[in-house]
């Protein structure tokens, strides 16, 4: 039965030169786990796709119903925490993946001539899916959206003769409001997704053209078996794979059907990454955007916590630019520049000492300042004023004789040591206002509190999270 229908669509497609095509690319040196990330990202980029389309159905882009309708895909739709989780984890599990496929690229040498063409083009994609990151962030309009996408949005302001241009084309109007999310909702669902397929296409299109670059020692390049200017030559239908020289056999096998098994495992195993965290870590929403509370610091995710480091310690009227945009503009420079700069054909490592040395020190910078900014985030949780202000007022109205925090304290009312992960805020200031208006009978006092101790002690209430 499929067979015969499969006869059937090749006599009207003629499929078996498109099969061949797909299936028969050679990949010199053989099939590796170590090629598997390009793939990969792939796979993300379509589970993005597909997420985010689930997403749009329910989402608003307006600031009066965003932040509701993600409270509502999170709460009411079915399998929507499940969803958001996924399109939230993958646009992590993306800059892990895209991080490495470019660590493998950059240590083959695979951007070398004739690829530069492909590695441009990466490094514009990787342009691309930092739009959909610093776009998709925004979208909930809860207070880190709205303040990190403000930092974001300064920053470009501080970029010269351009700057203001900017700012004016980001933010729509005066004020970050309703223009700008309905401009950031227009590019992260309308414009990058057009440009980023279109680009990744041209991507793969380079790929098949050029050939996979392959292990850095021999490959097909210095064989001169396949140049690299001409693909394989077309074949006469229903013959198969050529036998294309003894040494080709040898060295290089058809991407179908070990790379193609090496890269459905990974994807499989990516996705089963993904969606465990989506199941288990919950991603909360923050307080919902508030435009007059200037006091709040917002945390931007953690692929961009080493830059957010990084900025701390470049402040001031000559480090700030070159913080906020000579050395990214440098940078993103030097890596399109990067396969012109670092030419010659010889890819192996050990030819390649003062590039490979650099990039490790990329490395090593990055992780460095990864680590310092866990560092201060956990000391700004310990020592925030709110926070420490309220848990002095939790002493001082004896909340401890009813209320345990860690094993501290009475037993009359709910333990909170965890109080911060199922509460909000607006739950926590309307309790606390009257406990009878959240909970009808119940037996805890209305304690005299001013609007400064109210806030202070839902901050600290709210600090009580698991893992903080
Ligand atoms: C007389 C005992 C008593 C005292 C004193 C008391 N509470 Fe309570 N608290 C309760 C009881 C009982 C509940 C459960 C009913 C409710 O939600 O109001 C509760 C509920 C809560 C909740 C909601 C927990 C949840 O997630 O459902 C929070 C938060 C809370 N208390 C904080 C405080 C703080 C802060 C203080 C000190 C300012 C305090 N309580 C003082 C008895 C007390």
């Not at 950031?184 to 053209?209: D, N, S, Y």
């Not at 013959?239 to 499989?268: C, I, K, T």
Request: proline residues 8%; contains cysteine; aromatic residues 12%.
């Amino acid at each position: 039965m499929a067979s015969k229908l499969y006869a059937w669509l090749d006599s009207r497609l003629k499929l078996k030169p498109v099969k061949d095509t797909l299936l028969d690319e050679p990949i010199p040196g053989g099939a590796s786990w170590i090629y598997v990330f390009g793939s990969a990202t792939l796979f993300l980029f379509a589970l993005q796709a597909i997420t985010g389309m689930f997403l749009a159905v329910y989402y608003a882009p307006t600031p009066d119903h965003a932040y509701d309708s993600v409270r509502y895909i999170e709460t009411q739709v079915l399998f929507g925490a499940f969803v958001r989780g996924l399109h939230h984890w993958g646009a992590s599990a993306m800059v892990v993946v895209i991080g490495l496929h470019m660590l493998q690229v950059f240590l083959y040498g695979a951007y070398k001539p004739p690829r530069e063409a492909m590695w441009i083009v990466g490094v514009l994609l990787l342009l691309l899916t930092m739009g959909f990151a610093f776009t998709g962030y925004l979208l909930p309009w809860d207070q880190n959206a709205y303040w990190a996408t403000q930092v974001g949005i300064n920053m470009a302001g501080g970029v010269p003769f351009v700057g203001t241009f900017l700012v004016k084309v980001m933010r729509g109007g005066e004020m970050l409001g309703a223009l700008t999310l309905s401009r950031f909702f227009a590019v992260h669902v309308l414009f990058l997704p057009a440009t980023i397929a279109v680009l990744v296409a041209l991507h793969m299109f380079i790929l098949r053209r050029v050939g996979p670059a392959g292990p850095w020692s021999g490959g097909l390049d210095r064989r001169g078996k396949r140049p690299e200017s001409s693909p394989a030559p077309p074949r006469p239908e229903g013959q198969p794979s050529p036998p294309s020289g003894e040494r080709r056999a040898r060295r290089s096998e058809p991407f179908y059907p070990r790379q193609v098994f090496m890269d459905a495992v990974v994807m499989l195993g990516v996705f089963a990454v993904v969606a465990v965290l989506a199941l288990t870590v919950a991603f909360p929403l923050a307080d919902k955007a508030n435009p007059s509370d200037h006091s709040f610091i917002p945390v931007p995710e953690w692929y961009f916590l080493f830059y957010y480091q990084f900025l701390k310690y470049m402040e001031g009227p000559i480090l700030g630019p070159i913080a906020t945009w000579v050395i990214p503009g440098g940078f993103i420079a030097l890596l399109l520049a990067l396969p012109f700069l670092d030419p010659s054909k010889d890819r192996a490592p050990s030819s390649r000492r003062t590039v490979l040395g650099l990039g490790a020190l990329f490395l090593v910078g990055v992780f460095a300042l990864v680590g310092l900014s866990l560092h201060d985030l956990q000391e700004m949780k310990r020592t925030d004023p709110a926070v420490a202000s309220g848990k002095a007022l939790y002493d001082q109205f004896g909340c401890i004789g009813c209320h345990r925090v860690h094993a501290a304290g009475g037993s009359v009312g709910p333990d909170l040591s965890y109080v911060g992960d199922h509460r909000d805020r607006d739950w926590l200031i309307k309790h606390f206002r009257d406990p009878q208006s959240t909970s009808p009978g119940s037996i805890m006092p209305k304690f005299p509190l001013d609007e400064r101790q109210l806030t202070d002690l839902t901050a600290y209430m709210l600090s009580l999270k698991k893992g903080a």
